[in-house]
Protein backbone atom coordinates (compact mmCIF):
# COMPACT_ATOMS: atom_id res chain seq x y z
CA UNK A 1 0.00 0.00 0.00
CA UNK A 2 2.85 2.24 0.94
CA UNK A 3 4.46 1.51 -2.18
CA UNK A 4 1.38 2.22 -4.53
CA UNK A 5 0.86 5.88 -2.58
CA UNK A 6 4.72 6.33 -3.10
CA UNK A 7 3.80 5.73 -7.03
CA UNK A 8 1.16 7.85 -7.13
CA UNK A 9 3.37 11.33 -5.47
CA UNK A 10 6.00 10.26 -7.58
CA UNK A 11 3.42 10.13 -10.98
CA UNK A 12 1.87 13.43 -9.30
CA UNK A 13 5.17 15.43 -8.70
CA UNK A 14 6.57 14.07 -12.19
CA UNK A 15 3.41 14.78 -14.53
CA UNK A 16 0.33 16.92 -12.69
CA UNK A 17 2.11 19.75 -11.44
CA UNK A 18 3.57 20.67 -14.38
CA UNK A 19 0.54 20.58 -16.24
CA UNK A 20 -1.53 21.78 -12.83
CA UNK A 21 1.73 25.06 -13.36
CA UNK A 22 0.69 25.47 -17.45
CA UNK A 23 -3.20 25.93 -16.39
CA UNK A 24 -2.13 28.29 -13.67
CA UNK A 25 0.38 29.99 -15.97
CA UNK A 26 -1.97 30.50 -18.96
CA UNK A 27 -4.71 31.71 -16.86
CA UNK A 28 -2.33 34.03 -15.76
CA UNK A 29 -1.19 34.98 -19.23
CA UNK A 30 -4.92 35.11 -20.13
CA UNK A 31 -5.75 37.73 -17.51
CA UNK A 32 -2.63 39.75 -18.79
CA UNK A 33 -2.99 39.70 -22.32
CA UNK A 34 -6.52 40.69 -21.66
CA UNK A 35 -5.63 43.38 -20.10
CA UNK A 36 -3.04 44.68 -22.56
CA UNK A 37 -5.78 44.42 -25.39
CA UNK A 38 -8.34 46.56 -23.46
CA UNK A 39 -5.82 48.98 -22.72
CA UNK A 40 -4.32 49.03 -26.61
CA UNK A 41 -8.34 49.36 -27.30
CA UNK A 42 -8.93 52.56 -25.21
CA UNK A 43 -6.04 54.14 -26.44
CA UNK A 44 -6.89 53.25 -29.98
CA UNK A 45 -10.50 54.12 -29.28
CA UNK A 46 -9.29 57.97 -28.28
CA UNK A 47 -6.78 58.19 -30.76
CA UNK A 48 -9.59 57.34 -33.62
CA UNK A 49 -11.82 59.97 -31.53
CA UNK A 50 -9.79 62.65 -31.75
CA UNK A 51 -8.89 62.20 -35.57
CA UNK A 52 -13.32 62.41 -35.19
CA UNK A 53 -13.40 59.34 -37.19
CA UNK A 54 -17.19 58.02 -37.56
CA UNK A 55 -18.54 55.96 -34.64
CA UNK A 56 -19.35 52.94 -36.79
CA UNK A 57 -15.58 52.95 -38.41
CA UNK A 58 -14.08 53.22 -35.21
CA UNK A 59 -15.62 50.33 -33.46
CA UNK A 60 -15.70 48.56 -37.01
CA UNK A 61 -11.36 49.12 -36.16
CA UNK A 62 -11.72 48.50 -32.59
CA UNK A 63 -12.84 44.77 -33.19
CA UNK A 64 -10.68 44.00 -35.87
CA UNK A 65 -7.81 45.17 -33.62
CA UNK A 66 -9.15 43.34 -30.44
CA UNK A 67 -10.19 40.17 -32.41
CA UNK A 68 -6.65 39.65 -34.07
CA UNK A 69 -4.98 40.29 -30.80
CA UNK A 70 -6.76 38.06 -28.93
CA UNK A 71 -6.65 35.38 -31.32
CA UNK A 72 -3.12 35.68 -30.76
CA UNK A 73 -3.06 35.33 -27.56
CA UNK A 74 -4.90 32.11 -27.69
CA UNK A 75 -2.33 31.09 -29.86
CA UNK A 76 0.19 31.43 -27.89
CA UNK A 77 -1.55 30.04 -24.60
CA UNK A 78 -2.27 26.89 -26.65
CA UNK A 79 1.45 26.80 -27.51
CA UNK A 80 2.57 26.91 -24.00
CA UNK A 81 0.73 24.42 -22.90
CA UNK A 82 1.99 22.28 -25.03
CA UNK A 83 -0.34 21.75 -27.82
CA UNK A 84 0.36 22.14 -31.68
CA UNK A 85 -0.28 25.21 -33.20
CA UNK A 86 0.75 24.66 -36.56
CA UNK A 87 -2.13 22.49 -37.63
CA UNK A 88 -4.08 24.38 -35.28
CA UNK A 89 -3.31 27.82 -37.72
CA UNK A 90 -4.14 25.72 -40.62
CA UNK A 91 -7.30 24.78 -39.97
CA UNK A 92 -8.20 28.41 -38.86
CA UNK A 93 -6.91 29.87 -42.37
CA UNK A 94 -8.94 26.59 -44.21
CA UNK A 95 -12.02 27.40 -42.06
CA UNK A 96 -11.41 31.48 -43.08
CA UNK A 97 -10.97 30.64 -46.80
CA UNK A 98 -14.23 28.29 -46.47
CA UNK A 99 -16.33 30.66 -44.48
CA UNK A 100 -15.21 33.74 -47.20
CA UNK A 101 -16.17 31.37 -49.89
CA UNK A 102 -19.48 31.01 -48.45
CA UNK A 103 -19.94 34.55 -47.50
CA UNK A 104 -18.72 36.62 -50.17
CA UNK A 105 -21.65 38.40 -50.69
CA UNK A 106 -21.31 39.81 -47.13
CA UNK A 107 -18.37 40.23 -46.97
CA UNK A 108 -17.97 42.37 -50.30
CA UNK A 109 -21.06 44.29 -48.57
CA UNK A 110 -18.70 44.62 -45.37
CA UNK A 111 -15.60 45.74 -47.26
CA UNK A 112 -17.91 48.32 -49.23
CA UNK A 113 -19.16 49.56 -45.88
CA UNK A 114 -15.66 49.96 -44.89
CA UNK A 115 -15.10 52.15 -47.95
CA UNK A 116 -18.30 54.28 -48.18
CA UNK A 117 -17.19 55.11 -44.41
CA UNK A 118 -13.29 55.91 -45.13
CA UNK A 119 -14.16 57.67 -48.25
CA UNK A 120 -17.36 59.64 -47.13
CA UNK A 121 -19.23 59.76 -50.65
CA UNK A 122 -21.78 60.72 -48.27
CA UNK A 123 -23.17 61.19 -44.59
CA UNK A 124 -26.17 60.39 -42.55
CA UNK A 125 -28.41 63.16 -43.41
CA UNK A 126 -27.56 63.95 -46.54
CA UNK A 127 -30.15 62.90 -49.94
CA UNK A 128 -28.53 60.69 -52.21
CA UNK A 129 -29.64 58.97 -55.50
CA UNK A 130 -27.58 55.39 -55.89
CA UNK A 131 -28.28 52.01 -56.91
CA UNK A 132 -32.52 52.52 -57.82
CA UNK A 133 -33.26 54.56 -54.62
CA UNK A 134 -33.24 58.40 -53.91
CA UNK A 135 -33.89 58.78 -50.08
CA UNK A 136 -32.37 60.72 -46.75
CA UNK A 137 -29.11 58.12 -45.33
CA UNK A 138 -30.19 57.23 -42.19
CA UNK A 139 -27.77 55.39 -40.90
CA UNK A 140 -24.42 53.34 -42.97
CA UNK A 141 -24.15 50.28 -41.26
CA UNK A 142 -21.56 47.72 -42.07
CA UNK A 143 -23.35 45.76 -44.60
CA UNK A 144 -25.80 48.04 -45.20
CA UNK A 145 -26.92 52.01 -45.61
CA UNK A 146 -30.75 52.75 -44.52
CA UNK A 147 -32.89 55.29 -46.53
CA UNK A 148 -35.65 57.20 -45.93
CA UNK A 149 -37.68 57.83 -49.01
CA UNK A 150 -39.73 61.48 -50.12
CA UNK A 151 -42.77 58.55 -49.63
CA UNK A 152 -41.67 57.75 -45.87
CA UNK A 153 -40.87 54.58 -47.41
CA UNK A 154 -37.19 52.99 -45.15
CA UNK A 155 -35.02 51.11 -47.60
CA UNK A 156 -31.88 49.09 -46.90
CA UNK A 157 -29.24 48.78 -49.46
CA UNK A 158 -26.02 46.32 -49.54
CA UNK A 159 -22.95 48.58 -49.56
CA UNK A 160 -21.77 46.89 -52.37
CA UNK A 161 -24.44 47.41 -54.66
CA UNK A 162 -24.35 51.00 -53.64
CA UNK A 163 -20.53 51.87 -53.92
CA UNK A 164 -20.42 50.08 -57.33
CA UNK A 165 -23.06 52.43 -58.68
CA UNK A 166 -22.83 56.22 -59.09
CA UNK A 167 -24.18 58.16 -56.17
CA UNK A 168 -25.90 61.31 -56.49
CA UNK A 169 -25.50 63.40 -53.28
CA UNK A 170 -28.26 66.31 -53.88
CA UNK A 171 -27.11 68.03 -50.09
CA UNK A 172 -22.89 68.10 -50.50
CA UNK A 173 -22.75 71.57 -51.50
CA UNK A 174 -24.65 74.44 -50.02
CA UNK A 175 -27.06 75.41 -52.12
CA UNK A 176 -28.46 73.52 -55.39
CA UNK A 177 -29.83 74.72 -58.52
CA UNK A 178 -33.24 74.06 -60.08
CA UNK A 179 -34.69 74.63 -63.69
CA UNK A 180 -38.32 74.47 -64.28
CA UNK A 181 -39.34 74.41 -68.00
CA UNK A 182 -41.90 77.04 -68.83
CA UNK A 183 -43.29 76.58 -72.75
CA UNK A 184 -44.93 79.26 -74.32
CA UNK A 185 -46.56 80.14 -77.56
CA UNK A 186 -45.32 82.26 -79.97
CA UNK A 187 -46.63 85.98 -80.62
CA UNK A 188 -45.89 87.68 -77.36
CA UNK A 189 -42.89 89.94 -76.25
CA UNK A 190 -40.55 86.72 -75.00
CA UNK A 191 -38.42 89.63 -73.93
CA UNK A 192 -40.75 91.26 -71.67
CA UNK A 193 -42.58 87.94 -70.14
CA UNK A 194 -39.13 87.35 -68.92
CA UNK A 195 -38.51 90.05 -66.76
CA UNK A 196 -41.81 89.83 -65.17
CA UNK A 197 -41.48 86.56 -64.65
CA UNK A 198 -38.11 87.05 -62.85
CA UNK A 199 -38.99 89.41 -60.62
CA UNK A 200 -42.25 87.17 -59.44
CA UNK A 201 -39.73 84.04 -59.11
CA UNK A 202 -37.53 86.51 -56.97
CA UNK A 203 -39.96 87.07 -54.32
CA UNK A 204 -40.64 82.98 -53.65
CA UNK A 205 -40.00 82.10 -50.44
CA UNK A 206 -36.80 80.00 -50.06
CA UNK A 207 -35.31 80.80 -52.91
CA UNK A 208 -32.23 82.51 -52.53
CA UNK A 209 -30.60 85.87 -54.35
CA UNK A 210 -26.76 84.75 -53.99
CA UNK A 211 -26.67 83.43 -56.97
CA UNK A 212 -29.56 85.28 -58.54
CA UNK A 213 -32.51 83.72 -60.28
CA UNK A 214 -32.22 84.08 -64.12
CA UNK A 215 -34.59 82.82 -66.87
CA UNK A 216 -33.17 82.12 -70.26
CA UNK A 217 -34.79 80.76 -73.68
CA UNK A 218 -33.89 77.24 -73.14
CA UNK A 219 -35.67 76.18 -76.51
CA UNK A 220 -37.49 76.85 -79.35
CA UNK A 221 -40.49 74.41 -80.59
CA UNK A 222 -43.09 74.45 -83.51
CA UNK A 223 -45.77 75.65 -80.65
CA UNK A 224 -43.20 78.56 -79.61
CA UNK A 225 -40.03 79.12 -77.10
CA UNK A 226 -39.55 76.91 -73.58
CA UNK A 227 -38.02 79.11 -71.22
CA UNK A 228 -35.94 77.70 -68.39
CA UNK A 229 -36.13 79.19 -64.88
CA UNK A 230 -33.08 78.83 -62.96
CA UNK A 231 -33.22 79.43 -59.19
CA UNK A 232 -30.70 78.86 -56.17
CA UNK A 233 -32.15 76.99 -52.48
CA UNK A 234 -31.46 75.02 -49.28
CA UNK A 235 -30.50 71.44 -50.45
CA UNK A 236 -33.27 70.70 -47.11
CA UNK A 237 -35.89 73.03 -49.29
CA UNK A 238 -35.57 72.19 -52.90
CA UNK A 239 -38.90 69.91 -52.98
CA UNK A 240 -41.07 73.12 -51.46
CA UNK A 241 -39.02 75.76 -53.74
CA UNK A 242 -39.66 73.80 -56.54
CA UNK A 243 -43.61 73.50 -56.05
CA UNK A 244 -43.61 76.66 -55.49
CA UNK A 245 -41.77 78.10 -58.28
CA UNK A 246 -43.86 75.96 -60.61
CA UNK A 247 -46.89 77.67 -59.33
CA UNK A 248 -45.64 80.91 -59.08
CA UNK A 249 -45.34 80.28 -63.32
CA UNK A 250 -48.68 79.36 -63.24
CA UNK A 251 -50.10 82.35 -61.90
CA UNK A 252 -47.94 84.63 -64.12
CA UNK A 253 -49.43 83.01 -66.80
CA UNK A 254 -53.02 83.20 -65.55
CA UNK A 255 -52.52 86.75 -64.68
CA UNK A 256 -50.88 87.84 -67.66
CA UNK A 257 -54.13 86.42 -69.83
CA UNK A 258 -52.03 83.78 -71.14
CA UNK A 259 -54.67 81.19 -73.06
CA UNK A 260 -53.97 78.08 -75.28
CA UNK A 261 -54.76 79.07 -79.02
CA UNK A 262 -58.15 77.20 -80.20
CA UNK A 263 -55.83 75.74 -83.30
CA UNK A 264 -52.98 75.25 -80.84
CA UNK A 265 -55.20 73.13 -78.41
CA UNK A 266 -56.54 70.99 -81.60
CA UNK A 267 -52.89 70.47 -82.33
CA UNK A 268 -52.30 69.46 -78.81
CA UNK A 269 -55.19 67.28 -78.32
CA UNK A 270 -54.26 65.24 -81.69
CA UNK A 271 -50.51 64.92 -80.80
CA UNK A 272 -51.94 63.04 -77.57
CA UNK A 273 -54.06 60.76 -79.27
Same mark, same amino acid.
Request: include cysteine.
Given at each position: ??????????????????????????? $??????????????? $??????????????????????????????????????????????????????????????????????? #?????LRPFRVGDEISAAGVTGVVQEIGLFATTLDTSDNLRISVGNNRLFGDNIINFTHHPHRKL???????????????????????????????????????????????????? #?????????? $????????????? #????????????????????
Amino acid at each position: MDAIITQLQSLALTSALPYLLKAVGAL $VLWFLGRTVINGFRR $VLNLALQRRQLDATLIRYIESLFSGSLTMLLLLGILGMMGVETTSFAALLAAAGIAIGTAWSGLLSNFAAG #VFLLVLRPFRVGDEISAAGVTGVVQEIGLFATTLDTSDNLRISVGNNRLFGDNIINFTHHPHRKLVIKLPLLHGGDVRLQMRALLEMVSTVPGVLQQPAPAIEVAEFTALGPVLGIG #VHCKPTQATA $VHAAVAGAAADFL #VASGYSVPQDTARLLTARAG
